[in-house]
C-alpha cells in the first residue's frame, strides 16, 4: 500500500513538471510568434531606409563569402570522389556531374551554406543583441521612443533573406569547381564531361527550390539570433546560453524545413 502511494505521489510530481513545462512551452511558442509578426509588420519601413539594411548584407554575406567557399569547395569534392567510388563498375562516370550538380543545387549547397551562416552569424546576432540586452540598451531605446525591431531586428532579417540565396549560388559554383578537380585529377574524366552531366539532367526547377529553401533558412537564422539575443538572461551566462541557443534552434529549424519544402515542391 505505500509503495502504492508513493508512486501516486510520483506520478503526481511528474505529471505537474510536465504541465509546467509545457506551459512555459506553449507561452515562449506565442511569445516567438508574436516577435515574427512585429518582425514582419517592421520590414517596410527596412526597405524604405535600406543603410542599415545594407550594412547587415554586407555582415552576414561579403564577410562569410571566405568560410562558404572553404566548406563548399571540399564539400563538393567529397561528393564527386564518393560519387565516382558508388558509380565504378555499375554506373558510367559521366554522371557524376549529374549526381553532384543536383544534390548541390538541392540540399547540400542551401544546408551546409544555413548551417555555416548559422554558426557565424546567428550567434553572433544572439551575443550582440544580447550584450544589449545586459547592458539596458534595448530598455534605453524603447525610453527613447526608438523600435528595437525596426531599427535592430528588420534589417538583419531582410538581410538574411537576400544573403543566404545569393551565399548558396557561390557556394553551389565553389562545389562544382571542388567536384570537377577530383574527377579530372584523379578519376580521368574530361571537363566537357563532367559538365555534360551537370547539364544532362538539370532543371530551372532545382535552382529555384534550392534558392528558396535558401531563403526560409536565412529567416530562421535571423528570427532565432535575434529573439534569443532579446530575450537573453542576466550576465555574461545569459548571453553565451542566447548565441548556444541561437545555433540549435536555428540548426533544427533548417533541417526540419528543408525537409518539409522538399516534400512539399519536389515531385
Known amino acids: ?115 555555416v551562416v548559422a554558426g557565424r552569424a546567428g550567434a553572433a546576432m544572439a551575443a550582440e543583441l544580447g550584450t544589449m540586452t545586459v547592458t539596458e540598451q534595448i530598455d534605453a531605446m524603447r525610453a527613447l521612443g526608438l523600435h528595437p525591431v525596426r531599427i535592430l531586428i528588420a534589417p538583419r532579417f531582410l538581410a538574411s533573406l537576400i544573403a543566404l540565396p545569393l551565399l548558396t549560388i557561390w557556394s553551389a559554383l565553389v562545389a562544382l569547381l571542388g567536384a570537377l578537380a577530383v574527377v579530372t585529377l584523379f578519376n580521368g574524366l574530361t571537363p566537357e564531361t563532367f559538365f555534360f552531366g551537370v547539364r ?39 548571453v553565451g546560453r542566447a548565441a548556444m541557443s541561437a545555433v540549435v534552434w536555428s540548426n533544427t529549424a533548417i533541417l526540419v524545413s528543408g525537409f518539409v519544402l522538399s516534400k512539399l515542391l519536389l515531385p
Not at 217 to 234: D, E, H, K, P, V
Request: aromatic content about 12%; some cysteine.
Open 1 to 115: 500500500m505505500r509503495m502504492l502511494t508513493a508512486l501516486d505521489a510520483r506520478m503526481i510530481t511528474l505529471g505537474l513538471r510536465a504541465q509546467k513545462v509545457l506551459d512555459k512551452a506553449f507561452v515562449e511558442t506565442w511569445r516567438f510568434l508574436r516577435f515574427c509578426v512585429s518582425v514582419g509588420v517592421a520590414l517596410p519601413s527596412s526597405v524604405r531606409h535600406p543603410r542599415s539594411m545594407l550594412e547587415q548584407l554586407m555582415w552576414i554575406g561579403a564577410s562569410s563569402l571566405p568560410l562558404v567557399a572553404f566548406i563548399s569547395l571540399f564539400s563538393g569534392a567529397v561528393a564527386a570522389w564518393q560519387a565516382a567510388h558508388n558509380f565504378a563498375d555499375y554506373v558510367p562516370l559521366r554522371y557524376v556531374g549529374s549526381a553532384v550538380g543536383k544534390s548541390v543545387m538541392l540540399e547540400l549547397g542551401p544546408v551546409l551554406t544555413a548551417i
Open 200 to 238: 544532362l539532367f538539370y532543371a530551372d526547377r532545382d535552382l529555384f527550390v534550392g534558392l528558396l529553401k535558401a531563403a526560409v533558412f536565412g529567416g530562421w537564422i535571423a528570427l532565432f539570433g535575434c529573439w534569443f539575443g532579446i530575450s537573453s538572461g542576466r550576465g555574461a551566462e545569459g
